[in-house]
């Protein structure tokens, strides 16, 4: 590196002027973040071109690259932090959670190995143990925290095909799929498109997955599970996407457990049920289960990414994510990189740890408590303004729809142009529904009626058009 870009960044350090100036845009932009439109409008949107040109040749100016960054991504981001977005499952983020994010960056720890972070490697520990408490787990499950549920399924089921496999004394990471012997893999209806993508990496070939018919609520009828045998991974799901139900674990669990099945459950958002006094009877019989994924980053409020893999069978999670090289040293202590499919990685374990600390069992209840409320009163007053409600609201999830499918993907269309709220659309049951996730420590009660007014002047405005 020549001489005077180290010491033009040597002294950006120094100096701090960058950072001080970032900080005066992030805390402006927390100040306004409730009041603005929520999705960035078009002017916002149309900006986003002012990035588009060649790769500069030499080096720039760091103040005015952030000047330019806050004046064109700010507008155009999306008010997740803000209390009336409601797409996807998407929470926001706890403010000590954030804070502690800014300071791991700052601190830019390797969360690979105990040797390149002591601390990653410690907090990692901690993070896992209080997991296992806050969902009734047994002492044997251990965790490995990966950017979010789409890689914490592929790791619960990377263990489960090794296990599977060895018990027909076929080691998969030696000997592959060629010859193997017949593995099966069980899901409901209403799996999450991640599995589907999990077990297509995994080589298990979609064709092969054996569906099994869901209720109208999308849960798994246990009537419909095929026989299980020791050959058999079987997925179930705490929080269906769109109408946040949950399989009915113990029923099925139980005969898996009889039959020596691999039992998986994508928690994604729904597994926090289980930490919570309110929705224990949602989750009851999880801990028979082997492997399990969830994300910080949507009910618990994390800042992204921040996954989480949980799983009873510590030789099969660390076998199936096997790495090693003369250089890696294994030490006495936990090695993070053993119970992920990466490398390096961010030390996401931190911003757990300072939600998970800050919280409590009391907070993560009271949190969890809250988003139930308000999708209740979202469903209660969307109803009272004739709209439908089509699923029985759990958990945090409501599934609307207008009278017909065209008004709904219109009224849909104007609430995201809107700018007072954001919602997502899905296929359900056959009809065209507005999915809404109640998701943030943010979102108030008057966000919520805010929000249902936004919901009837943008039906209205469908309806001039027909
Ligand atoms: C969000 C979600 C996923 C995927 O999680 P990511 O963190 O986005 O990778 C998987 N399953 C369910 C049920 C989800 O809600």
Redesign the pocket.
């Known amino acids: 590196m020549p001489e005077n870009l180290r010491e033009k960044m040597l002294h950006e350090m120094e100096h701090k002027g960058i950072f001080e100036q970032v900080q005066n845009y992030a805390l402006a932009y927390a100040d306004t973040v409730y009041g603005r439109n929520v999705f960035p409008n078009d002017d916002a949107v149309a900006d986003l071109d002012k990035f588009t040109e060649v790769l500069p040749r030499s080096t720039g100016e760091a103040k005015a690259i952030l000047k330019f960054l806050n004046q064109y991504g700010s507008p155009a981001t999306v008010a997740q932090t803000g209390g009336r977005y409601f797409g996807?499952?998407d929470g926001g983020v706890l403010p000590v959670s954030l804070a502690a994010r800014i300071m791991s960056d700052f601190w830019d720890q390797n969360a690979a190995l105990y040797d390149m972070s002591p601390l990653a490697s410690k907090l990692e520990e901690i993070c896992e143990s209080w997991l296992r408490e806050l969902f009734g787990l047994p002492n044997k499950v251990v965790a490995g925290f990966v950017?979010?549920?789409?890689?914490?399924?592929f790791c619960g089921l990377a263990a489960a095909r090794y296990r599977v496999f060895l018990n027909n004394n076929w080691d998969i990471n030696k000997k592959g799929f060629y010859g193997a012997p017949k593995a099966r893999i069980i899901a409901g209806q209403q799996a999450?498109?991640?599995?589907s993508k999990a077990v297509a990496l995994l080589g298990f070939g979609l064709d092969n997955i054996e569906w099994v018919d869901t209720d109208s609520e999308g849960r798994i009828l246990p009537s419909k599970v095929p026989e299980l045998d020791e050959n058999t991974i079987l997925i179930l799901?705490a929080?269906?996407?769109c109408s946040g139900s949950f399989d009915p674990f113990d029923e099925i669990c139980t005969k898996a457990n009889k039959a020596k099945a691999w039992i998986h459950i994508?928690?994604?958002?729904?597994l926090w049920a289980a930490a919570s006094s309110n929705f224990q009877h949602l989750t009851r019989g999880i801990e028979k289960a082997n492997s399990f994924?969830l994300?910080g980053?949507?009910t618990l409020n994390t800042p992204y990414?921040n996954?989480i893999v949980l799983c009873d069978d510590k030789e099969a999670l660390t076998h199936a994510l096997h790495a090693s090289g003369s250089y890696i040293r294994k030490s006495e202590n936990r090695d993070g990189m053993f119970y992920t499919p990466e490398m390096s990685r961010r030390a996401r374990s931190i911003e757990l740890w300072a939600a998970l600390k800050y919280l409590g069992k009391d907070g993560v209840d009271e949190l969890v408590l809250g988003f139930h409320q308000r999708a209740l009163q979202f469903g209660e007053e969307l109803k009272a303004e004739g709209f439908q409600v089509l699923n029985d609201v759990v958990f945090n999830q409501v599934v609307v729809a207008c009278d017909t499918d065209v008004l709904t993907a219109q009224t849909m269309q104007n609430i995201q142009k809107s700018g007072e709220c954001w919602a997502g659309g899905a296929e359900w049951n056959g009809k065209v529904v507005i999915r809404i996730s109640v998701c943030s420590w943010v979102t108030t009660e008057s966000d919520i009626t805010h929000s249902v007014r936004a919901f009837v002047a943008a039906r209205e405005k469908a309806m001039e058009k027909y």
């Open positions: 996807f499952v950017t979010g549920s789409s890689l914490a399924i999450h498109g991640t599995v799901q929080g269906n996407v994508d928690g994604a958002f729904g994924s994300d980053h949507k990414d996954g």
